[in-house]
């Protein structure tokens, strides 16, 4: 198993610019998340999916929007990228809730200049 | 609002000691706090989760503690090793864990020194 899986590694953009970050799982997993880490502030949470075409919004969800067409795949969307959206992502996804870990990605690092 | 607070931010150790990293949660009802480690550049890889219904786990030379009552939980680590240098988080479910969305703390940065 890959586990969680994440493109790109590395982004710049400009502002303004727009951008898909991917995510895939080969686990099966019905839960899938996506979290920002910016320095010294802990993992915010941005959006998350219970399921092929369910997604919900987390703590942190304006300038982004999502899509779970399938069980392996949940992209990120950035419409309109802004200098506050710099950050790393992770994208983490878990077999159910309440009791299971979840199983994070390697992390995208995006700058917006 | 479930609130996560982690002290110290960092700590530094020399080789061989044990050390303990503390993280404290506002609303005792979780089901279960989990603790991660992260190193530079990569993402978290889950080291304990203990269950409300546990007051500890262990998995080699780290155990985890977990009091609900006062919103505490303890990572003691035994006989440190450089290789233990990273970032360690704790995290709670929010609202009770029906979706398993987590709740960091900003985590603690623990460096030892051979």
């Not at chain 1, 369910?54 to 990228?81: C, H, M, Q, W």
């Not at chain 1, 159910?96 to 870990?101: C, E, L, Q, Y």
């Amino acid at each position: 198993n890959a586990g969680v899986t994440q493109t790109p590694k590395f982004r710049i953009l400009k502002i303004g610019q727009s951008m898909t970050l991917q995510c895939t799982q080969d686990m099966n997993h019905n839960y899938m998340y996506w979290y920002r880490q910016d320095p010294g502030m802990g993992l915010k949470l941005i959006y998350y999916s219970v399921g092929a075409g369910i997604t919900d919004k987390g703590e942190v969800p304006n300038g982004y929007n999502v899509s779970r067409s399938t069980t392996e795949d949940f992209p990120l969307r950035l419409e309109l990228a802004a200098p506050s959206q710099t950050s790393v992502y992770f994208c983490a996804s878990s077999y159910s809730a309440g009791i299971d870990t979840q199983y994070f990605g390697p992390g995208t690092r995006l700058t917006v200049l | 609002k479930q609130e996560v607070t982690q002290i110290p931010a960092a700590l530094s150790v020399p080789e061989g000691e044990n050390l303990v990293l503390n993280c404290s949660f506002t609303d005792s009802a979780i089901y279960n706090l989990q603790w991660f480690r992260q190193d530079p550049g990569k993402g978290l890889t889950s080291l304990l989760l203990i269950q409300s219904s546990q007051r500890e786990q262990t998995s080699g030379r780290l155990n985890a503690s977990l009091d609900k009552s006062s919103g505490r939980s303890t990572l003691y680590i035994a006989a440190s090793q450089p290789g233990d240098s990273a970032t360690y988080l704790c995290a709670v479910p929010d609202y009770g864990g029906a979706t398993n969305k987590l709740i960091f703390g900003t985590g603690t940065l623990l460096a030892v020194q051979p």
